[in-house]
């Protein structure tokens, strides 16, 4: 019976008990008063106890158990949370996961490494270091942060600028819901279609369900990094700055700021010996191939000196390098040495904004008669202002709000988020609703029901009262509307995606999910618009993409089976405001939702491409062999502004391979002798202009190749196959190989390959409809969830999901 | 002079409230302490401490009642090791006296109130440590126990000893495993000729005792005043003296007042204040002649360098840690050591007196070592004195986990500069990897002075 044994708390704990043994729970006054706080100092509350399992079935247990007594679940990584998300209400339960260490073997051909919630952010990378791999997110807490904290709170870092905050590292996640099931729902394939429920479980504050074990990818450590310390002796100048350099196309990894206030803590604490005159401290980072990185580090310190720098240095090495970064990331646990109390924000605005946030909050302080000090995640447009007082004076302490609330309205007025990465816990219940329409949040709760009916997971957080005073839907773009100084792109859904990129690689910038030219050729189907390409998560053998339409979609306008209209999302780099249905209805077909408009984000397009036909080796071995290798340079070669790819044609004996890139003797160049090398001999060469490739492209090189009148299925190994087994299925002639996202793309009819994944994504250069969804995602959900977007049946309705009950 | 600690600020409530509010709850000292990092239960972590020493004081108003307290909340700091490694790793300067004002809380109360496994070590054991010859006598003794039970019982004896009263097991293994480390030049020297791939030469005076010879330019180094240590004169008397010979070696003037005693760190250890004051009081007059004269006091171990520092503002800059002084020093050529060799810190001289560059100055000095660096270079190895020996397990557990953090590094050798941490790792060393070796850092440094006079001679 539910709850009937939440009266008789001794058969409960005994209960767990015997799950955990002794040792695996803890119900004295102690632990009980110590898990009732985290970092954000906000208390609910004194937890019934505290269950510590050593494994996952034991955590899966007493999440069942705690079902069905009707005892509430708040899942603990480390506590450093800055929301409150794990500060558990009166009675509940505490389920900690700091037992929960196990860090499997790395692999490092296709980068991952699984790792259980409890290990700490840094320690995936200290493992994974061996390997020459590191895990990307790196938020300022990452010595303390655990992965199960940071995927629960999407976490960001400074260097999430270049890689993607913690979503865009997750391959797949075992969960627990509520009532103790595992589930394993993955995107092993990097373009599976389907609700994607790994963008909703990121991000949803242990209110869903409790991540178990976590498959992430790792990233290639850069061979060179070179980091720039400028200051400014003015904010605002500063910020523009900012705004500058990345509208120059220049893709540093890092851009952080710490202004004057934050500086003199900093300085206090470490004694860096930086200067504390100057109004700002900016580090500027570039990572890569050496010479790539001199040139723009180079490029990025001029740039700065003539925009109102007044000094620029260059860490010398890495000691000074680490000397700096420290100086950024202790700078929030510098803030106690400021004053006892303190508020701090996170929010988050569009890039070209941010001076004038910037300037907001100085009138702000002034009108309000408080202290602020703000460090800066800026690049991404991220801000944490931290008000500063003293709880023992009531009309300071009275001050201090009102200054963080009027910051906020700053940035939603500026078109921003409440949140860019420390979630909304239990602070920001009561200005999410300025946020959020009313119709967004009615889908937040609705699959809050559905994941959790009895509510037991981390209750009282993330949702808004249903009566809450919600913002108004924000209008539907009803044109493409590009905002250079954001770069950002907002379009509906059926505007030609061919003409939004056109126009975008004529100023330089491009979403990197494959070229496309017009009508035709090597590109994402013919007519292709901007709707289907968020719908189905267009990918294609289109021209060395970045990634998909996901790694680049910031905001979306939709509407349900039942013709109503919402908006999730911020044209912002980062955003943790609630539930991500962006993501995860990215790719999702039209079954739950139809796209109405969408906002993208920008990337500079790759100066140059390169291009190289040959023809192969007639001995079958040979050809292998060389292939392989191939595979192996170019998979090293993969940059940020797009990735190298192969097309390979048995029939005729040719190769093609295309790598974006700048005509300079060290990298183009470089890569055409590093080819002549492997290949023993010389190739037919060509570097075009990146933004004409295309073009050219679809009348010279590959006629036949046309995407529009061919069937194209893509493969992708199986993730527990053994690695170096090849890097296409055996004996398949005439494929398209993709260094990112991983994929390789076949023409021919046999789809069937063991060992391999395979999707007919187009046929007859249609898109065909998704597979079902394999075997480990909860069904029930995906079929609650359609009743709850589409109650009447109106859009499609896969195959798979009739005859199954919700 | 004044015990500083007779008065120490932090026994203003008021004042603790305000030192408190300078902790803003990051967690980054977290994955920095020992004790957490083993149990992964946050009472038992710095923020978990702080927060429960908030509670106490807010609750009690005047004065920490320690009646009042709830049992759990006193427990949590008895079970603090006092290594500071969350002092170090705090950004926001939170001082180490805030918990160390809840250890003497602790101490207050009946050892019966706290959930110890009972009966500890016999009181009688512990109050004789700082004994003059105790040490060296006990060792002796667990030496022999050792040998005894791993003759009669085989390698069970270890888990049959642990089921016994708590702490007996550890003491015995932990003080007869340092008469393990070398003790006359002639085993060191094999030893590490072993380690190296050398043949072991007929030295001058090999196997006896050798002396490095004195310096060729005496009187260049500073006056020095031995303070001798009772871990260090008692279990480690070899070591001791070839740390001497070092000196001389390298022009100190020597001198080692007779009258000295135990630094009293021991007797604070096992909950004895009175006696530890005593000790110091007795160490400051033996000593004053010397800081007057503007000699330097040099601890060998970092425990005692540390606690003598704690003596008042003459002695913390008078006072020099062993490791310190020699990497100040013009030390004697050194000779090759081709050795992969993994340092690790004491936490008295990593969180208690900032000592890092200092030992791995001196071993980048000797050709063709090089160093490791394990992952947690500042986790304490839970040795912890007189704590270990109330917590075994923990204690036992920590040993392991620092020990497969070193061995993880592919060292050949482990150095360090504390008898306790010796010990301790010595036994975590035999679980986890049997074939890695640890010594003093000092014993190290003497081998490859003999190595270069050897290469010279011949
Ligand atoms: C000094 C400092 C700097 C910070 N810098 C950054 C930064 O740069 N970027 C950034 O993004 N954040 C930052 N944070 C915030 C915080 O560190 C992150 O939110 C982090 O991801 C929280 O991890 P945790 O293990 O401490 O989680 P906790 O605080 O323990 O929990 C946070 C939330 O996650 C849930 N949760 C934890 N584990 C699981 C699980 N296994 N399954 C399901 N839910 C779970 C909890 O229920 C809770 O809602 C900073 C915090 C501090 C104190
Ligand atoms: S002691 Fe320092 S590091 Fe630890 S929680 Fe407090 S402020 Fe953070
Ligand atoms: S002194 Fe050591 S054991 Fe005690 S709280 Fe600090 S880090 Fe942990």
């Not at chain 1, 490092?108 to 700490?120: F, K, N, T």
């Not at chain 1, 200067?275 to 900016?282: C, E, R």
């Not at chain 1, 090293?636 to 890139?661: E, F, K, Q, W, Y």
């Not at chain 2, 004269?293 to 503002?313: M, R």
């Amino acid at each position: 019976m539910p709850g009937q044994e939440r009266n008789n708390p001794k058969a409960f704990l005994s209960g767990l008990r015997e799950i955990l043994g002794d040792d695996g729970l803890l119900t004295d006054d102690a632990a009980r008063f110590v898990y009732s706080r985290d970092a954000s100092h906000l208390t609910l509350g004194r937890p019934l106890a505290v269950a510590l399992p050593r494994d996952e079935s034991q955590l899966r247990r007493v999440v069942g158990l705690c079902r069905t007594v009707g005892v509430p679940v708040v899942c603990r990584g480390t506590g450093t949370g800055l929301s409150g998300g794990a500060v558990p209400g009166h009675g509940a339960l505490v389920v900690g996961t700091s037992r929960l260490r196990d860090l499997g073997p790395v692999d490092s051909i296709q980068r991952r490494v699984r790792v259980q919630p409890g290990v700490l952010n840094d320690g995936v990378s200290r493992h994974a270091s061996p390997s020459g791999l590191h895990f990307a997110p790196d938020p300022s807490s990452q010595s303390a942060a655990s992965i199960g904290g940071n995927i629960a709170e999407n976490a960001g870092g400074p260097h999430c600028l270049r890689h993607g905050v913690t979503l865009q590292h997750l391959v797949s996640l075992d969960w627990s819901d509520s009532a103790g099931r595992a589930f394993n729902t993955g995107r092993a394939v990097p373009a599976e279609r389907g609700l994607d429920l790994v963008s909703l479980l990121c991000g949803s504050e242990g209110t869903l369900g409790l991540v178990t074990s976590a498959d992430l990818k790792l990233v290639v450590d850069p061979a060179e990094v070179a980091t720039l310390l400028a200051f400014f002796p003015d904010l605002e100048d500063a910020a523009g700055a900012v705004v500058g350099l990345l509208g120059e196309g220049l893709a540093p990894v890092a851009v952080e700021m710490v202004d004057q206030a934050m500086l003199l803590a900093v300085e206090e604490a470490f004694g860096f010996g930086f200067p504390t005159d100057v109004a700002v401290a900016m580090i500027i980072e570039f990572a890569g191939q050496p010479e790539a990185v001199a040139e723009d580090s180079g490029r990025a310190g001029g740039f700065m000196e003539r925009h109102g720098a007044s000094e620029v240095r260059r860490a010398a090495d890495d000691s000074e390098r680490d000397e700096l970064w420290k100086c950024r990331k202790k700078a929030f646990g510098a803030v106690g040495r400021l004053a006892p109390n303190y508020v701090t924000m996170d929010v988050v605005v569009p890039l070209g904004e941010l001076p004038g946030l910037v300037r907001e909050i100085q009138v702000i302080k002034v009108q309000h008669g408080v202290e602020i000090a703000t460090t800066f995640h800026a690049g991404d447009g991220n801000l944490h202002p931290g008000v500063h007082y003293d709880e023992r004076d009531p009309d300071q302490t009275r001050r201090a709000h009102a200054a963080a609330d009027a910051i906020i309205r700053a940035a939603l007025d500026r078109d921003g988020s409440v949140t860019g990465e420390h979630g909304v816990g239990i602070e920001k219940l009561h200005v999410l609703p300025w946020q959020l329409d009313r119709e967004t949040a009615r889908l937040q709760r609705g699959i809050k029901d559905i994941f959790d009916p009895d509510k037991i997971l981390n209750p009282g957080k993330l949702h808004p009262p249903a009566d809450a005073d919600f913002a108004a839907l924000k209008p539907v773009p009803a044109e493409i509307d590009f905002h250079w100084a954001n770069l950002t792109v907002s379009a509906p859904a059926d505007a030609s995606l061919a003409q939004l990129q056109q126009t975008a690689l004529e100023r330089g910038f491009w979403i990197p999910v494959g070229a496309l030219a017009g009508d035709e050729g090597m590109g994402l189907g013919r007519g292709t618009t901007v709707g289907n390409l968020v719908a189905e998560l267009l990918t294609g053998p289109a021209l060395c993409p970045a990634g998909t339409a996901r790694d680049f979609l910031l905001e979306l306008w939709a509407e349900t089976g039942d013709g109503r209209l919402f908006h999730a999302g911020a044209p912002v780099f980062k955003n943790v405001a609630g539930y991500d249905l962006v993501h995860m209805l990215c790719g999702s077909g039209r079954v739950w939702a139809q796209p109405r408009a969408v906002t993208f984000q920008l990337r500079p397009v790759p100066e140059s491409l390169g291009y190289w036909r040959f023809q192969l080796p007639s001995d079958e071995q040979q050809e292998v062999t060389l292939l392989e290798r191939l595979v192996e340079y170019l998979t090293g070669r993969h940059g940020s502004l797009g990735g190298p790819m192969m097309i390979v044609d048995a029939g005729t004996g040719s190769v093609v391979v295309l790598i974006p890139g700048r005509s300079r003797p060290w990298d183009l160049g470089q890569i055409g002798e590093d080819l002549a090398n492997l290949l023993g001999t010389p190739a037919e060469h060509i570097e075009l202009p990146f933004n004409r490739a295309t073009e050219i492209l679809k009348a010279e090189l590959i006629p036949g190749w046309a995407l529009n009148s061919s069937d194209w299925t893509f493969l992708c190994r199986l993730p527990d196959q053994e690695p170096g087994a090849g890097f296409r299925p055996a004996g398949m002639g005439r494929l398209i190989w993709q260094s990112t996202p991983r994929l390789i793309w076949s023409p021919d009819p046999e789809t069937s390959h063991p060992g391999w994944h395979a999707d007919r994504f187009y046929s007859g250069g249609r898109v065909q409809p998704p597979v079902a969804p394999a075997e480990g995602v909860p069904f029930d959900f995906l079929i609650r969830m359609k009743t709850l977007f589409d109650p009447s049946a109106a859009l499609e309705t896969p195959e798979w999901m009739e005859g199954r009950d919700g | 002079m004044a015990d500083p600690r007779a008065h120490s600020p932090i026994t203003e409530l008021n004042h603790l409230d305000e030192l408190l509010r300078q902790c803003v709850q990051c967690g980054l000292c977290l994955p920095h302490c020992a004790t957490w990092l083993a149990t992964g239960n946050e009472v038992q972590s710095p923020r978990g401490r702080l927060l429960l020493l908030g509670e106490m004081i807010r609750s009690s108003g005047t004065e920490t009642d320690t009646n009042a307290t709830p049992n759990a909340f006193l427990q949590a700091f008895d079970e603090c090791i006092g290594c500071r490694a969350c002092e170090t790793a705090c950004p926001s300067g939170v001082p180490f006296s805030l918990l160390e004002y809840g250890q003497l809380r602790a101490a207050e109360i009946p050892p019966h109130r706290l959930d110890l496994p009972v009966p500890a070590v016999p009181g009688a054991v512990l109050r004789r440590m700082d004994q003059p010859g105790f040490l060296e006598f006990l060792s002796q003794v667990a030496g022999l126990v050792r040998g005894v039970l791993t003759l009669v019982a085989g390698k069970t004896w270890r888990r049959r000893l642990d089921r016994g009263p708590a702490g007996t097991g550890r003491l015995v293994r932990l003080l007869g495993s340092l008469p393990t480390s070398p003790r006359s030049d002639a085993e060191l020297v094999r030893m590490l000729d072993g380690l190296c791939g050398r043949e072991t030469q007929r030295r001058n005076g090999l196997p006896h005792d050798v002396a490095l010879g004195a310096s060729d330019n005496p009187s260049a180094g500073p006056r020095v005043a031995f303070f001798r240590g009772c871990a260090n004169s008692g279990l480690l008397s070899d070591t001791s003296r070839r740390f001497r010979d070092l000196l001389s070696a390298s022009g100190c003037r020597l001198e080692e007042p007779a009258a000295q005693d135990c630094c009293g760190a021991l007797a604070t250890h096992t909950g004895r204040p009175g006696r530890s004051a005593d000790l110091r009081r007795r160490n400051r007059d033996v000593f004053a002649g010397a800081l007057n004269e503007g000699t330097v006091i040099v601890a060998e171990a970092a425990g005692c360098s540390h606690e003598l520092k704690e003596y008042g503002d003459e002695f913390r800059t008078g006072v020099v840690d062993a490791v310190v002084l020699l990497a100040g020093l013009d030390l004697p050529p050194l000779g090759s050591v081709p050795l992969r060799v993994a340092y690790h810190d004491p936490c008295h001289a990593r969180h208690g007196q900032g000592i890092v560059d200092e030992p791995r100055m001196l071993l980048t000095a000797i050709p063709g070592l090089e160093i490791v660096e394990p992952i947690e270079p500042e986790v304490c190895c839970g040795s912890g004195g007189a704590w270990g020996l109330r917590y075994p397990e923990l204690s036992d557990e920590l040993g392991r986990r620092k020990a497969a953090d070193l061995a993880a590094t592919g060292a050949d050798l482990v150095v360090t500069s504390n008898p306790g941490c010796l010990g301790q790792i010595a036994d975590g060393l035999r679980v986890i990897a049997p074939d890695v070796p640890i010594l003093p850092l000092t014993d190290l440094l003497w081998y490859a002075v003999l190595i270069r006079i050897d290469s010279t001679r011949s």
